[in-house]
C-alpha cells in the first residue's frame, strides 16, 4: 500500500463502560451467545505496579455482540461464574495477539478456549518484518492504532475514558485481521502450520505454567556474580527481602529496590555505614522517571516504597556476608547432556572446543536457511535455534534418528516433516 496509515483512534461503536457487576457480566453473556463467529480477546495487567500478574480488564469483541470490558476483581468478588462465558461463546475460536501473554491469566479465572487464532505467531509465520499489533494492522488493514496508554497502572479505579478506549481499540480490529491471515495462510499453504502453532499455544498457555527453578537467579546481570559466591549470598537474600517485602505491600519488586541496585550492592558488598551509604541506590526510594503520566502513576506508591526504610537493605546485606563459606550459593550449573540440555550458544565455545561440532552445526544452519528462504519463513519460526544446537552439540549426531530427536526436543510436526529429511542428509 502506498497510501499513508489511517489513524484510528476510537473503537467504532464508540467507548465502552467497564462492567463490575453480575447483572451486567450475565448481561454479556447472553449479548455473545446471541451473536456469531470468532471472538477477539485481550487483557491488561498491573504488573509494573502491584506486585501480581494477574488480570486487571479483559476486553472481548464478537460481531453482533460489540466490545465488552470486563473488570475480572470487581467480578470475581461478586462470585460470577466465568463458565457461563465459556458457554455463551462454546465451538468459537479466539483471537489473540501474542497469546502466552494472556491465555494464563484467563486460564487462572476460568476462562477456557476452545480454539485459538494468534495474530502475531501468523504475522511471523507469513514472514512480516514486523509482529506488534499496530504494525500487522498497519500491514493488513493500512490503519495504524492510538497506542498512548501501553504501560498504564491498569490496577487504578475508575479507569479514565482514554484508557478504556486503548484497551477497547486493542480487540476492535482482530476479527478482520483473522480473515485476512487465514487467507493469507491458505495461500501461502501455510495454514496447517498455523494451526498447530496455535494448538501449540493453546495448550502451553493453559497448561501448568513452569516456574523459574532458581528465582532469583532472574535478577538482571546476575552472571557478572559468576564466580563470586559471596557476591550471589548478596544478590540472594535481597532479592528475598525484596520478594517478600513486595508480596505483602502488594506493589512491584522494582519500586521496592531495582535489579541494577542488587547487583550493585553484591558487587560492592558494603560491610560499615559509610561503605552502604556510599551507595544511593540504596539510602533512597525508587523514583522512575518517564517524562508522562506514568509519574503520576508511579507516584502513588510512594506512600508504600517509605515504609520500607533503608536499614532493612543494610540488615540483609549483613546477614549475608556473615554467612559460612559452606552456606554460599553458586551459579547452577548448565547442562549440556546428549542435546537433552542446552548446547551453549556462543560460536566461540563451539569453534575453540568443538570444531567439528561447529562445522556440522554450520552445515545444518545453511540448510534450514534455505527451506527458510523456499518457503519464505524466518529460520527460527521453521525451528527454534536451541534444537538444531542442542542436535549438534551430541557426540555423534549421525546416530540420531533426526526427526524422533526434534519431537522429543519440543519441534511441531510440520516442523519435522519439513526439515528432517535434509537435516540427516548434511549430519551424515
Known amino acids: 500500500m502506498t497510501d499513508e496509515p489511517r489513524l484510528q483512534?476510537?473503537?467504532?461503536?464508540?467507548?465502552?463502560?467497564?462492567?463490575?457487576?453480575?447483572?451486567?457480566?450475565?448481561?454479556?453473556?447472553?449479548?455473545?451467545?446471541?451473536?456469531?463467529?470468532?471472538?477477539?480477546?485481550?487483557?491488561?495487567?498491573?504488573?509494573?505496579?502491584?506486585?501480581?500478574?494477574?488480570?486487571?480488564?479483559?476486553?472481548?469483541?464478537?460481531?453482533?455482540?460489540?466490545?465488552?470490558?470486563?473488570?475480572?476483581?470487581?467480578?470475581?468478588?461478586?462470585?460470577?461464574?466465568?463458565?457461563?462465558?465459556?458457554?455463551?461463546?462454546?465451538?468459537?475460536?479466539?483471537?489473540?495477539?501474542?497469546?502466552?501473554?494472556?491465555?494464563?491469566?484467563?486460564?487462572?479465572?476460568?476462562?477456557?478456549?476452545?480454539?485459538?487464532?494468534?495474530?502475531?505467531?501468523?504475522?511471523?509465520?507469513?514472514?512480516?518484518?514486523?509482529?506488534?499489533?499496530?504494525?500487522v494492522t498497519e500491514h493488513y488493514l493500512n490503519i495504524t492504532l492510538a497506542k498512548e496508554h501501553s504501560a498504564a497502572d491498569w490496577s487504578y479505579r475508575p479507569l479514565p475514558r482514554d484508557w478504556r478506549n486503548y484497551a477497547a481499540l486493542d480487540v476492535e480490529l482482530l476479527i478482520e485481521l483473522e480473515r485476512l491471515m487465514r487467507a493469507d495462510l491458505k495461500?501461502?499453504?501455510?495454514?496447517?502450520?498455523?494451526?498447530?502453532?496455535?494448538?501449540?499455544?493453546?495448550?502451553?498457555?493453559?497448561?501448568?505454567?513452569?516456574?523459574?527453578?532458581?528465582?532469583?537467579?532472574?535478577v538482571s546481570r546476575i552472571t557478572v556474580l559468576s564466580h563470586d559466591r559471596r557476591g550471589l549470598a548478596i544478590a540472594k537474600a535481597l532479592w528475598e527481602e525484596r520478594?517478600?517485602?513486595?508480596?505483602?505491600?502488594?506493589?512491584?519488586?522494582?519500586?521496592?529496590?531495582?535489579?541494577?541496585s542488587i547487583i550493585e550492592a553484591a558487587v560492592k558488598k558494603p560491610r560499615n555505614a559509610r561503605e552502604f551509604r556510599a551507595i544511593r541506590s540504596l539510602n533512597e526510594r525508587v523514583r522512575m522517571h518517564t517524562g508522562g503520566e506514568q509519574d503520576k502513576m508511579f507516584e502513588r506508591y510512594a506512600s508504600i516504597q517509605r515504609k520500607v526504610k533503608p536499614s532493612v537493605w543494610r540488615q540483609t546485606i549483613q546477614q549475608a556476608l556473615g554467612l559460612r563459606p559452606s552456606e554460599l550459593p553458586t551459579m547452577p550449573a548448565s547442562q549440556q547432556d546428549n542435546g537433552q540440555g542446552n548446547a551453549p550458544r556462543s560460536m566461540k565455545i563451539w569453534e575453540s572446543r568443538h570444531p567439528r561440532r561447529a562445522e556440522t552445526l554450520k552445515r545444518v544452519?545453511?540448510?534450514?536457511?534455505?527451506?527458510?528462504?523456499?518457503?519464505?519463513?524466518?529460520?527460527?519460526?521453521?525451528?527454534?535455534?536451541?534444537?538444531?544446537?542442542n542436535l549438534c552439540w551430541t557426540d555423534d549426531p549421525r546416530s540420531r534418528d533426526v526427526a524422533a530427536f526434534l519431537s522429543e526436543q519440543g519441534a511441531r510436526d510440520w516442523q519435522v516433516k519439513l526439515i528432517a529429511a535434509s537435516v540427516s542428509r548434511v549430519i551424515m
Open 9 to 135: 483512534t476510537e473503537p467504532r461503536g464508540g467507548v465502552p463502560d467497564v462492567t463490575s457487576t453480575r447483572r451486567g457480566f450475565e448481561a454479556v453473556c447472553d449479548r455473545f451467545a446471541e451473536a456469531g463467529g470468532s471472538v477477539a480477546a485481550d487483557a491488561e495487567r498491573a504488573s509494573g505496579y502491584r506486585y501480581g500478574h494477574e488480570d486487571w480488564l479483559i476486553q472481548f469483541k464478537r460481531e453482533g455482540a460489540g466490545i465488552a470490558l470486563l473488570d475480572p476483581v470487581a467480578l470475581g468478588a461478586e462470585g460470577v461464574d466465568w463458565n457461563r462465558f465459556n458457554r455463551a461463546v462454546s465451538g468459537a475460536t479466539w483471537i489473540l495477539h501474542d497469546s502466552l501473554q494472556d491465555l494464563p491469566g484467563f486460564s487462572d479465572l476460568g476462562l477456557h478456549p476452545d480454539a485459538l487464532f494468534d495474530t502475531e505467531i501468523a504475522a511471523r509465520l507469513l514472514g512480516l518484518h514486523r509482529f506488534g499489533l499496530a504494525a
Open 187 to 218: 495461500r501461502q499453504g501455510k495454514l496447517e502450520w498455523a494451526e498447530e502453532e496455535f494448538a501449540h499455544a493453546l495448550s502451553e498457555g493453559t497448561g501448568p505454567q513452569r516456574e523459574h527453578p532458581v528465582p532469583w537467579m532472574r
Open 243 to 260: 520478594d517478600r517485602l513486595a508480596r505483602r505491600y502488594d506493589i512491584a519488586p522494582s519500586l521496592l529496590l531495582a535489579d541494577s
Open 365 to 389: 544452519r545453511r540448510a534450514v536457511n534455505q527451506i527458510a528462504e523456499d518457503t519464505r519463513t524466518p529460520p527460527e519460526i521453521i525451528i527454534r535455534p536451541q534444537i538444531i544446537r
